[in-house]
């Protein structure tokens, strides 16, 4: 039986990319117990505001601590949600779904957690669920036999744990990701190559690429729609 899966690092109310990714697999993996990378996507990403684009950021306590990984890294201080909700509000108020969106982000935002995985997952979830995605999830922390292993080996070792068929990956990833390995292993390899939709928004030009609250708080339920309707067929390398 064909399972297709793609395994993302978690983010920081993540691009509509990122959603396209979650939607087209019958498995998502949160790889969150990898590196943290620094003036990433782990903890920020950008709205638009009367001004232009700008950055939500979460803060981190990682100074001196070069090898910490996802699922560790702690949020500094507690005043960050208030001031990310007061943005929100002021940037989206006059959208035309800002009433559907704004709630749930509030109700969100305002519990305390202490790790930014688990604040991020949580993200993810809530907004998949508003755009009408159902996959399922799993934390690749919580998958047994791949510790010790790097790059394509370890995705290799997940989609292994998880009896994956066919992996569905960035297009970044064409750079370094050994898919001659993958085949080897059985799996076939598909890059995703997304184009960015253009939908009604606020404040002037419209700018692609931001955070998909952008999305949601000017198209509203017919989010999804439009997701899914930016999406492009997907090359799959078969696997030998």
């Given at each position: 039986m064909k399972r297709r899966v793609a395994i993302l690092?978690?983010?920081?109310?993540?691009?509509?990319?990122?959603?396209?990714?979650?939607?087209?697999?019958?498995?998502?993996?949160?790889?969150?117990?990898?590196?943290?990378?620094?003036?990433?996507?782990?903890?920020?990403?950008?709205?638009?505001?009367?001004?232009?684009?700008?950055?939500?950021t979460v803060p981190v306590a990682v100074k001196g601590r070069p090898n910490v990984l996802i699922r560790d890294v702690p949020i500094a201080g507690t005043d960050w949600a208030r001031r990310h909700l007061a943005t929100l509000r002021h940037c989206y108020a006059r959208a035309p779904h800002f009433d559907w969106v704004y709630p749930r982000l509030e109700s969100w935002l305002s519990r305390p957690v202490e790790r930014l995985a688990d604040l991020c997952i949580a993200g993810v979830e809530l907004l998949a669920g508003m755009l009408g995605i159902t996959t399922p999830t799993v934390r690749s922390s919580t998958l047994p036999g791949c510790d010790g292993l790097h790059k394509t080996d370890r995705l290799l070792a997940i989609c292994r744990a998880l009896g994956a068929t066919n992996y569905l990956s960035g297009a970044a990833a064409r750079a370094y990701l050994d898919v001659a390995a993958l085949e080897q292993a059985g799996i076939a390899v598909a890059f995703q190559d997304y184009a960015h939709p253009v939908y009604p928004q606020l404040w002037g030009d419209f700018v692609s690429h931001l955070s998909v609250v952008d999305l949601l708080?000017?198209?509203?339920?017919?989010?999804?729609?439009?997701?899914?309707?930016?999406?492009?067929?997907?090359?799959?390398?078969?696997?030998?």
């Open positions: 690092q978690p983010g920081y109310l993540p691009w509509l990319g990122y959603f396209d990714q979650l939607a087209r697999v019958d498995l998502f993996v949160h790889y969150d117990d990898v590196q943290y990378t620094r003036r990433d996507w782990r903890n920020r990403n950008r709205i638009k505001g009367p001004g232009g684009p700008l950055w939500l708080m000017n198209v509203g339920p017919d989010a999804g729609a439009v997701l899914r309707g930016a999406a492009a067929p997907l090359a799959e390398v078969p696997a030998r």
